[in-house]
């Protein structure tokens, strides 16, 4: 089992920045994917980064440019650094973890919200 807890969500005005934390109960060495999905109301859940055990990296075309995910293994967190927030940024954030076990798991969610 791999507890996943995200923070870092808020209020920001558009042209803001945000860095989300992801802090896994236990290593993410095994981790083999580590992702940030968003769900916006009325919308599906899409994903809108992933980094893997090896540190290739991948973005939806709507943040390409504006948002970094990263990893930190000795600390077991990852990390949404975004820039140049939209309102269509605006979503709930969750952490997701796919383990060496073919296990997935999820974070509880963090609310973004980019308004003026």
């Known amino acids: 089992q791999v507890a996943l807890v995200e923070s870092g969500g808020g209020l920001v005005q558009p042209g803001g920045s945000l860095r989300l934390s992801c802090a896994a109960s236990k290593s993410i060495v095994s981790i083999h994917v580590m992702a940030w999905y968003r769900q916006a109301p009325g919308k599906e859940r899409e994903r809108v980064a992933r980094?893997?055990?090896?540190?290739?990296?991948n973005y939806a075309d709507s943040v390409k440019g504006r948002f970094t995910i990263s990893r930190d293994n000795a600390e077991n967190t990852v990390y949404l650094q975004m820039n140049s927030l939209k309102p269509e940024d605006t979503a709930v954030y969750y952490c997701y973890a796919y383990t060496i076990y073919q296990k997935d798991y999820w974070g509880q969610g963090t609310q973004v919200t980019v308004s003026s």
């Open positions: 980094i893997t055990a090896g540190g290739s990296l």
